[in-house]
């Protein structure tokens, strides 16, 4: 079981991204964004940082970057993609999920520990939540805020597209609390919050992050 | 010299996204002194020189450049427009 975490010039999670696929008993491959191939993965995380500086907009210059060509045909054939804080922006921005991030509401960066419920278990890396699971897992961003149109967020949420919600305190604006979403087929999902660094007791706030990872290695063995 | 064109091309959040950076320096105003200023939105402007006269092709082609990288069309609209010569 191979998992991609690329690495844009900027990223800054990709290290404990590889390292929650190791504790989930996966073999992380590292991947370069200037890679014209996959090297054969059967999955990808895309992690958490600031690609190319946030130049622009965020994810607006990484979604051009060589390895994401491959992503997005890969993904559009079904295989999974997890997008983390800036790696759900680059999603966004390649289109292979619907809305856009934008800057916080309250003008301010964002990092704590943040309380969430697992809407959707419909995708290979939430499939080990019950529905309505509440989890704790850090959140740290500056544009975070999710926006889509009124009809977006209508259909998102009738299609039970909407994968984890804020509980508690919705930390930067994002419309319906929402904190991550998934495509229709669902292999594609992005998150705002960081399930990479709620896997293990001595480093994150609980270990409630680590399903998403042994989610993944369930769903890929059993494809 | 060769004659240069400069296209520019404004990009501003739609009027339904929320602008907290417009927000934070609409707030900062009354505390500077300046009163009667009841909104501001911050956008974008970008300057893309081109050699010779713009063309039809190329105004059409600087707007597919503005819809592809410049402007994310989920969120901001865009306006192109060729700057007259100083």
């Not at chain 1, 295989?79 to 966004?92: K, T």
């Not at chain 1, 293990?200 to 609980?206: F, K, R, Y």
């Not at chain 2, 002194?33 to 009667?36: Q, S």
């Given at each position: 079981?191979?998992?991609?975490?690329v690495?844009?010039p900027?990223s800054?999670d990709d290290?404990?991204?590889?390292?929650?696929?190791?504790?989930?008993?996966?073999?992380?491959v590292?991947?370069?964004?200037?890679?014209?191939?996959?090297h054969?993965?059967?999955?990808?995380?895309?992690?958490?940082?600031?690609s190319?500086?946030?130049?622009?907009?965020c994810?607006?210059?990484?979604?051009?970057a060589?390895?994401m060509?491959?992503?997005?045909t890969a993904?559009?054939?079904?295989?999974?993609?997890?997008?983390?804080?800036?790696?759900?922006?680059?999603?966004?921005?390649?289109g292979?999920?619907p809305?856009?991030?934008?800057?916080?509401?309250?003008?301010?960066?964002?990092?704590?520990?943040?309380?969430?419920?697992i809407?959707s278990?419909d995708?290979?890396?939430?499939?080990?939540?019950?529905?309505g699971?509440?989890?704790?897992?850090?959140i740290?961003?500056?544009e975070?805020?999710?926006?889509?149109?009124?009809?977006t967020?209508d259909e998102l949420?009738?299609?039970g597209r909407?994968?984890?919600?804020?509980?508690?305190?919705n930390?930067?604006?994002?419309?319906?609390?929402?904190?991550?979403?998934?495509?229709?087929?669902?292999?594609?999902v992005?998150?705002?919050?960081?399930p990479?660094?709620?896997v293990?007791?001595?480093?994150?706030?609980?270990v409630d992050?680590?399903?998403?990872?042994?989610?993944?290695?369930?769903?890929v063995?059993?494809? | 010299?060769?004659r240069r064109?400069?296209?520019v091309?404004?990009?501003?959040?739609?009027p339904e996204i929320l602008?907290?950076?417009?927000?934070?320096?609409?707030?900062?105003?009354?505390?500077l002194?300046?009163?009667?200023v009841?909104?501001?939105r911050?956008?974008?402007?970008?300057?893309?020189?081109l050699?010779?006269e713009?063309?039809?092709?190329?105004?059409a082609?600087?707007r597919?450049i503005?819809e592809?990288l410049?402007?994310?069309?989920?969120?901001?609209d865009f306006?192109?427009?060729?700057e007259?010569?100083a």
């Open positions: 079981m191979r998992v991609g975490v690495t844009f900027g800054l290290r404990d991204a590889a390292r929650a696929v190791r504790l989930a008993g996966g073999e992380p590292a991947l370069w964004h200037a890679d014209a191939d996959l054969g993965v059967d999955a990808v995380v895309l992690p958490g940082g600031f190319y500086g946030d130049y622009l907009r994810g607006a210059i990484a979604r051009f060589p390895v060509e491959r992503i997005v993904a559009e054939a079904g295989m999974p993609v997890l997008g983390i804080c800036n790696g759900f922006q680059i999603l966004c921005e390649a292979l999920l809305g856009a991030l934008i800057r916080n509401s309250s003008r301010t960066f964002v990092c704590r520990d943040q309380r969430l419920r809407d278990v995708t290979p890396w939430t499939s080990g939540y019950s529905p699971a509440e989890i704790v897992v850090p740290k961003n500056g975070g805020g999710y926006v889509a149109d009124r009809e967020l949420e009738a299609e909407v994968v984890a919600r804020y509980l508690v305190d930390p930067n604006g994002s419309y319906r609390d929402i904190a991550g979403v998934r495509n229709r087929r669902g292999n594609v992005g998150l705002m919050p960081h990479e660094h709620a293990d007791p001595l480093t994150g706030p609980s992050g680590l399903v998403f990872f042994t989610s993944l290695l369930a769903a063995v059993a494809a | 010299m060769p064109a400069r296209v091309v404004d990009v501003m959040l739609k602008d907290p950076q417009g927000q934070a320096v609409a707030a900062a105003l009354p505390k002194g300046f009163g009667g009841v909104e501001v911050q956008g974008k402007r970008f300057e893309l020189t050699d010779g713009v063309t039809e092709d190329q105004l082609q600087i597919r503005a592809t410049l402007a994310n069309p989920v969120i901001e306006a192109v427009r060729l007259e010569p």
